[in-house]
């Protein structure tokens, strides 16, 4: 048996703000920000949160495949940002949405968040321990931004993208690629758990999202092309038989990048960056749930997905509609 997603949701926070209101609260411009990303503008969150977008992405991938929350038996959430250290995001969305016979559990792999949580459901539902898994990466990103660092904090965005994932004897996941790379883990990072034990006098001052741009720009543009490539093989096909490749929306130029280096058109990698931002595990759902909606994935077509990021790490899969 394989496993097929039968349903995409997603949420954005209400608020959207542009490159030009940025530009009137730092020192940075549109022209600036388009140029260089081809972000022009994100959604950020006031009261929303994770688990709240989380379980609205949910509610909306279910109503699309069909489904309630009885029939889920695995909720598995990607985030770094999940609102509280306990209970976790994914057991928070399964009180909100009533999910009462799932097993629920968050995941981190940053922006490959999403893709791990992916595999880790394929790998659940292949074993017969669970038949239907909802899938969700999910960030609130804002909140752990340095809004005084202009490279970083203009380049994300929140929200969250969910789908239903279930056991299925025809097409579905055909292949996955993960990877991950410890050494280079301060090219992305943000550290802001101190130690608060009373043996130690630590700074109790919040770290916030530090990034090497430059170093993430040279890591994606390798690792990413080589992970679908090996995916692509790995399902028997070859570069040319796949309609759409989902990526992380990271950067257009990043996108642009990886196009030319598979020898692909760009028209095959549809792009919710310049609305959406980067959102991290979120990312990946957020655009299949559009192109779901849009009526661009029709049966049958084959969709190779890939999320990459902090950790270092990256996460690929190829699948049939
Ligand atoms: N507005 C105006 N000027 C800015 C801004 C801003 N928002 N941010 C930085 N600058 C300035 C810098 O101060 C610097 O000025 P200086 O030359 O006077 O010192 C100049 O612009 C160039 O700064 P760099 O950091 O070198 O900018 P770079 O050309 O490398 O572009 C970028 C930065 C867009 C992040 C680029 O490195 C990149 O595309 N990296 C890929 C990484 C990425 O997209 N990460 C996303 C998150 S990670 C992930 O999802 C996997």
């Known amino acids: ?3 097929r997603i039968i349903g995409t949701g997603s949420c954005l926070p209400e608020t959207v703000v542009t490159n030009d209101d940025l530009s009137r609260i730092m020192d940075t411009s549109d022209e600036w920000i388009s140029s260089r990303t081809g972000i022009r503008q994100r ?5 929303e949160t994770t688990a709240g977008m989380s379980a609205e992405a949910a509610r909306r991938a279910m109503d699309n495949a069909g489904i309630t929350a009885q029939d889920i038996d695995l909720i598995i959430v990607g985030t770094v940002t999940a609102d509280h250290v306990l209970p976790s995001c994914a057991c928070e969305v399964q009180a909100a949405i009533g999910a009462e016979h799932a097993v629920a559990f968050d995941i981190n792999a940053a922006c490959s968040g999403f893709m791990f949580a992916l595999n880790i459901a394929h790998a659940y539902l292949q ?20 809004w005084n660092d202009r490279s970083t904090c203009v380049l994300f965005g929140d929200g969250a993208g969910a789908v239903v994932l279930q056991l299925s004897s025809q097409g579905g996941v055909l292949a996955f690629d993960q990877g991950s790379d410890g050494v280079k883990g301060g090219v992305l990072s943000c550290v802001n758990r101190t130690n608060n034990n009373p043996l130690v006098e630590t700074s109790k001052e919040l770290g916030y999202v530090h990034m090497d741009g430059q170093e993430v720009y ?3 543009v390798t690792t990413v092309p080589a992970s679908v490539i090996r995916t692509v093989r790995a399902a028997g096909l070859s570069v040319e038989d796949i309609d759409y490749f989902a990526l992380h929306q990271a950067n257009v130029r990043i996108l642009q990048a990886v196009a030319k280096r598979l020898k ?3 028209d095959k990698f549809p792009i919710s960056l310049d609305r959406c931002g980067n959102i991290s595990a ?4 957020i655009l299949l749930d559009e192109m779901n909606r849009k009526g661009l994935l029709k049966p049958g077509m084959k969709i190779a997905m890939s999320g990459f990021g902090g950790g270092l790490t990256w996460a690929s899969a190829v699948l049939e509609w």
């Open 1 to 3: 048996m394989g496993t």
């Open 43 to 47: 959604h950020l969150v006031r009261e």
């Open 282 to 285: 979120a990312s990946v759902p």
């Open 218 to 220: 040279r890591f994606a």
């Open 127 to 146: 074993t017969g321990t669970y038949k239907t898994a909802l899938v969700i990466g999910a960030e609130t990103l804002s909140k752990i931004m340095d």
């Open 264 to 266: 692909a058109p760009e």
